[in-house]
T-cell receptor
């Protein structure tokens, strides 16, 4: 069935370690996004990509990196520079955001990252 | 800065009653609004959206009302069911920008009592 798949569902990071969260979509969407969610908070944008081989920083990009080598895939790496990585990470996709209209985001089921 | 907020962080209703979840926005340039439902440990699910050229839009058991005069958005759920228990988020966007400009509120926790 079509949708967005995030893996793993739970991930643990040791101090000084980089970890990578996977996001794959088969919706043929051009745009993909990574959000961070902390308890009791709204979603905050980390990175987004509107087209393959191109991506932009969101509001809280420090300590994170992404790549967009394929349309279907948008992995997020949480680097050791991110000092407070414990959060729920959500990947989303949408049709190409036309400048004339906003379009709804489709979300994956999330990855809970915790620090050991 | 501009933000999207919620009047009530929690809402408890009886099964079968109607629920109303409110959202205030402060960006007068916002012209796209969307509601999501998020169950514990899951990603947000799209419920309904509305553009600023409308003041009401109906879906299955849900209605979104937009009052641009007072910058207020509400989600009405008819005949609330236990499966409606979740956190509900509103978000706003500006079609003058791009999709990443969706700004999310903190959410309202809806609890449905049997």
């Amino acid at each position: 069935d079509g949708g967005i798949t995030q893996s793993p569902k739970y991930l643990f990071r040791k101090e000084g370690q980089n970890v990578t969260l996977s996001c794959e979509q088969n919706l043929n969407h051009d745009a993909m996004y990574w959000y961070r969610q902390d308890p009791g908070q709204g979603l905050r944008l980390i990175y987004y990509s509107q087209i393959v081989n191109d991506f932009q920083k969101g509001d809280i990009a420090e300590g994170y990196s992404v790549s967009r080598e394929k349309k279907e895939s948008f992995p997020l790496t949480v680097t050791s520079a991110q000092k407070n990585p414990t959060a729920f990470y959500l990947c989303a996709s949408s049709v190409f955001p036309d400048r004339a209209t906003n379009e709804k985001l489709f979300f994956g089921s999330g990855t809970q990252l915790s620090v050991l | 800065g501009e933000s999207v907020g919620l009047h009530l962080p929690t809402l408890s209703v009886q099964e079968g009653d109607n629920s109303i979840i409110n959202c205030a926005y402060s960006n007068s340039a916002s012209d796209y609004f969307i509601w999501y439902k998020q169950e514990s440990g899951k990603g947000p699910q799209f419920i309904i959206d509305i553009r600023s050229n409308m003041d009401k839009r109906q879906g299955q058991r849900v209605t979104v009302l937009l009052n641009k005069t007072v910058k207020h958005l509400s989600l009405q759920i008819a005949a609330t069911q236990p499966g409606d228990s979740a956190v509900y988020f509103c978000a706003e966007g500006n079609s003058g920008g791009s999709n990443y400009k969706l700004t999310f509120g903190k959410g309202t926790l809806l609890t449905v009592n049997p």
